[in-house]
């Protein structure tokens, strides 16, 4: 201010005042672009909205059919043929994807260890029907001729789980295998859970 | 009259001095771009009638006596309408054209160098309209909320869950929460009818913008001519009248075999997949995802590390890394083949063996991880698929590049 003219006439170097706004200027525009960033943190909301497969299930749930003709009610153990499966939910919880399982039925003596075989009851199995790769919901590929090479395979990206083994990966990118869920078959035929599951369910990442 | 009156307004005499008489050239496959364009202006037009029936929610609603997603419900409803699948169908029709086209204009401009100083700048904005098209596709899967959308979407999560460190937060700030989260539908119409319209058309405004400034590349014919010759002159056809006469025919003939795919080639038949439902359908992505979807596909399980808290998965490594290379790869070519002086000539593919051939090489890789998408069907090991790709990708690299080296050699 006081050296006005000084300064015009001087090669400008260091620290003018036109220099010294723009700086300002600059680093208020990056302030409010730093701070906006905040706004990114409200839009990512850490409240668990359904997803996340925390599952719900309690000793006890009857279990229920997921799909098919007979949806929402109680799974008969006699309409289970050798070799077939079927996906069932807890009675109550069909809302939470995570409480989803597929019961199988194979012969008793084809289990063999990792599966826990006190978790089973007459032959039958359940297991998370929720592929630990990405969260798609596994089918089962029925062998009619052979039951026991019948095996659960997951469409997506094509893992397939060996259900007398304990649901251990044989094929496909699936890291871990499927857990499995204790089930008890009840006295009218209907089943209940009777375990939590054995490991952790749903993708792992 | 009007015109005139206009003109003493506006000066468009200055405008069509300036932009009008812009020379476009006439070989084909300077119209790819164009073919991008006007597919990006019928998915706006399906789009807007799709915005008016359309419904982001995924409250349960009743329909036909079923307790349905509210969003599947609208899209069935849709359909039910005179033309209203038709509609539906352009719209995803063209948005594959539309990405199709976009490689293909990416691969004109790769393959004759057009990328070169001083069009750089062009190309990453190029790279960018593709990434956006991708993702407004993707974002356009959620929507009719069938069993297929929400299976792929679910994907997606994970996917996006899987990059180390960040993972959880970005998955949550794109899909609204954890999906499947009542939020996630509205937030992905958002993004799909707005978001990211506008910055497709803002990054289209600038693309054209640059385009005009800058001039076309001209053909190889022009070079080295003499101006009594007709040099320093484009070699092709002003702006206005003829260019836009042909754009406009070829814009409706675009759109003539659009409509005509559409009515006899189903797409998306939400009605079969049926609203989400616990069993997954055998599916796969369309086709500009396969790439991503083969590459999960073939990673094994066990193929996770950790680097600093950070988790590395397959998924991270197919899902997240792999894309990123590959974009990352295109996004540096001109920076890696530079040119001192500004370069406004194509040049012929057949004279640069090393960069046609190194385009061949990663085009067939590119489509042999697509095809990976298929080895169920095709009954191929991982393994197996793996030594393919890596094989059929170094055997066309290597072979073109010989190929063109001795066809050099010879014309010299």
Known sequence: ?205 | MILKWLDERLELKKFNAKFLTKTFPTHPTFLFGEIALFSFITLVITGIFLGFLYEPSSKMVSLFGAMVPSAYASVVRTDLLPMGMIIRRIHHWSAMIMIAAILAHLMRIYFTSAYRKPREINWLIGLGLWALAMFAAFTGYLLPYSNFSVTATSIAYYIAKSVPWIGNWISRLLFAGDFPSPYTVPRFFFMHVMLIPILLLGLIGLHMIILIKQKHTEPLANKGRKESEGGKQLIGIPIWPEQMLISIAFFFFLLFVVVLIATYIPLNPIEDYGPPSPGTPVMRPDWYFLVVYGCLKLLPGDLAFSILGGKFTPETIGGVIFPGLTILVFALIPFLDRVKKPQNYIENPLHRPFMTSFGIGGGVFLSMLAAAGYIDVLNITPTRMIIYTVGASLAAWSISYVLLHLYNKEKK
Not at chain 1, 30 to 52: C, D, M, R, T, Y
Not at chain 1, 118 to 126: E, P, Q, Y
Request: glycine residues 10%.
């Open chain 1, 1 to 205: 201010m006081v050296d006005q003219k000084t300064t015009d006439n001087q090669e400008k170097k260091g620290i003018t005042r036109r220099k010294f706004t723009i700086g300002v200027i600059l680093a208020s525009i990056g302030a409010v672009f730093v701070s906006l960033l905040s706004l990114l943190k409200i839009l990512s909301p850490s409240k668990k909205g359904g997803g996340g497969y925390v599952s719900t299930i309690k000793q006890g749930d009857k279990l229920i059919y997921a799909k098919g003709e007979h949806t929402g009610s109680y799974v008969d153990f006699s309409s289970l043929q050798i070799g077939d499966a079927v996906l069932a939910y807890p009675e109550g919880k069909t809302s939470n994807p995570a409480n989803l399982v597929q019961l199988i039925k194979l012969e008793e003596k084809e289990y063999k260890k990792p599966t826990h075989i006190d978790l089973t009851d007459r032959g039958v199995v359940a297991y998370s029907a929720i592929c630990t790769h990405l969260g798609c919901i596994v089918s089962w590929v029925k062998n009619k001729k052979l039951p026991e090479t019948s095996y659960t395979e997951c469409f997506c990206h094509n893992s397939i789980f060996d259900p007398t083994s304990g649901a251990k990966v044989v094929a496909g990118p699936a890291p871990i295998p499927l857990a499995q869920i204790g089930i008890k078959i009840q006295d009218d035929g209907t089943m209940v859970f009777t375990s939590d599951f054995t490991g952790p369910i749903g993708p792992q990442v």
